[in-house]
């Protein structure tokens, strides 16, 4: 809960949202609008920013105690559908919030919320399975972690660029492929944390670049692989090709909500390459994964030779089908060659995804 003190009359809590404010402050309307009206007490209890349907910006709404609350004058109850929750008939003092057409009790309407948010973080998720299949498949996938040293701070008070940075990167069957400690401060470097990294960056470069060039780099965020892509670039390497990071993907993946129904934007640092690699391998084998892909469960990880066989110009023509899906692995140019089981036939090896599931950001 965000609250802050404001000053006069009397210090009072100022909220910053309705789902922050106590079910007995209610404003002067709220108050009108209870089944058995009633007017509000003299004592400001509270204020919420909200916002002002009427003038479409937020306004600081004032609350009072409705336990402090007088009754109206109006002597009958109203009794309408304004008052009873449609899902679990609860009859409400307050009138039911219409959502959709459907008037709810702050349980089912919130229960309500849960649900609907749910259902797009569950479409979020199966997104991410058909990625997860195809960066695990993809014999070119590389996944690169960086980890920096907390920042020391200068005589100035301000915060020094990290001192080093601790590469560790991993391919799909979590084979460790680096592990390096890359001095980043320069040689004359006042920073006292500079001491416990020796290996200086231009050391360390060819073996980063020979390891991490023209593969498929998978980092933990975007800052990573700018970072990354930098380095490459000095040791004279090209980059392959760069996501934007992992992070996203998890966070959509684990497609958490919280009990507010709001999607939750976080999630957990795997601190290592392998870690990264367990991590998406988990998620390539989540249970949801459609049928047509279950094949890819038993087989074996990488690409999978398929060898198209009979008239030249229908294999040509298979192979620029399954181009076009984004189920060719390896893309070069297909060379049939005869085959000699059948005279005038080719055959056509093609190394394609196992799982037949393309990269929806990877390479045309
Ligand atoms: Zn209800």
């Given at each position: 809960m965000t609250t802050e003190e404001i000053a006069?009359?009397?210090p009072v809590p100022v909220y910053q949202d309705w789902d922050d404010v106590p079910e007995y402050l209610l404003t002067?309307?709220q108050?009108?609008?209870?089944?058995?009206?009633?007017?509000?007490?003299?004592?400001l209890a509270g204020r919420v920013w909200a916002k002002d349907w009427?003038r479409r910006h937020a306004e600081l709404f004032d609350l009072y105690?409705?336990?402090?609350?007088?009754?109206?004058?109006?002597?009958?109850?109203?009794?309408?559908?304004?008052?009873?929750?449609?899902?679990?008939?609860?009859?409400?003092?307050?009138?039911?919030?219409?959502?959709?057409?459907?008037?709810?009790?702050p349980?089912?309407?919130r229960?309500?919320r849960?649900?609907?948010?749910?259902?797009?973080?569950?479409?979020?998720?199966?997104?991410?399975?058909?990625?997860?299949?195809?960066?695990?498949?993809?014999?070119?996938?590389?996944?690169?972690?960086?980890?920096?040293?907390?920042?020391?701070?200068?005589?100035?008070?301000?915060?020094?660029?990290?001192?080093?940075?601790?590469?560790?990167?991993?391919?799909?069957?979590?084979?460790?492929?680096?592990?390096?400690?890359?001095?980043?401060?320069?040689?004359?470097?006042?920073?006292?944390?500079?001491?416990?990294?020796?290996?200086?960056?231009?050391?360390?470069?060819?073996?980063?670049?020979?390891?991490?060039?023209?593969?498929?780099?998978?980092?933990?965020?975007?800052?990573?692989?700018?970072?990354?892509?930098?380095?490459?670039?000095?040791?004279?390497?090209?980059?392959?090709?760069?996501?934007?990071?992992?992070?996203?993907?998890?966070?959509?993946?684990?497609?958490?909500?919280d009990v507010r129904g709001r999607?939750?934007s976080?999630?957990?640092?795997?601190?290592?390459?392998?870690?990264?690699?367990?991590?998406?391998?988990?998620?390539?084998?989540?249970?949801?994964?459609?049928?047509?892909?279950?094949?890819?469960?038993?087989?074996?990880?990488?690409?999978?030779?398929?060898?198209?066989?009979?008239?030249?110009?229908?294999?040509?023509?298979?192979?620029?089908?399954?181009?076009?899906?984004?189920?060719?692995?390896?893309?070069?140019?297909?060379?049939?060659?005869?085959?000699?089981?059948?005279?005038?036939?080719?055959?056509?090896?093609?190394?394609?995804?196992?799982?037949?599931?393309?990269?929806?950001?990877?390479?045309?």
């Open positions: 006069s009359p009397a002067q309307t108050h009108a609008e209870l089944d058995l009206p009633r007017k509000p007490c003299q004592t009427a105690d409705v336990r402090a609350s007088t009754p109206t004058r109006s002597t009958a109850s109203r009794s309408s559908d304004a008052y009873v929750c449609a899902e679990c008939g609860a009859r409400t003092e307050r009138p039911v919030k219409v959502r959709d057409g459907v008037g709810r009790c349980a089912c309407a229960v309500a849960i649900a609907a948010e749910q259902a797009g973080t569950r479409e979020a998720r199966a997104r991410q399975l058909v990625w997860a299949r195809g960066a695990v498949a993809d014999p070119a996938s590389v996944w690169v972690y960086l980890e920096y040293p907390e920042r020391t701070r200068g005589p100035n008070g301000r915060r020094r660029p990290p001192a080093g940075v601790a590469i560790t990167a991993a391919d799909a069957a979590g084979r460790r492929l680096l592990r390096e400690r890359v001095r980043l401060a320069g040689p004359r470097s006042q920073d006292p944390a500079a001491a416990d990294w020796p290996v200086p960056l231009d050391r360390a470069l060819p073996k980063l670049v020979r390891t991490l060039q023209g593969r498929k780099l998978i980092t933990w965020c975007p800052e990573h692989a700018q970072a990354l892509a930098g380095w490459i670039a000095d040791g004279g390497g090209e980059v392959g090709w760069l996501g934007s990071g992992m992070r996203e993907r998890v966070v959509a993946w684990r497609s958490l909500v999607a939750v976080t999630c957990l640092d795997p601190g290592r390459a392998d870690r990264m690699v367990s991590l998406a391998v988990r998620m390539a084998e989540d249970r949801e994964v459609p049928a047509d892909a279950r094949a890819w469960l038993a087989s074996a990880r990488g690409a999978m030779l398929v060898d198209i066989r009979g008239d030249e110009a229908a294999a040509l023509r298979l192979h620029a089908m399954l181009r076009m899906l984004g189920v060719v692995a390896v893309d070069t140019d297909p060379s049939p060659v005869p085959d000699p089981a059948v005279p005038g036939a080719v055959s056509l090896p093609v190394w394609c995804r196992p799982d037949g599931m393309p990269d929806p950001e990877g390479p045309a």
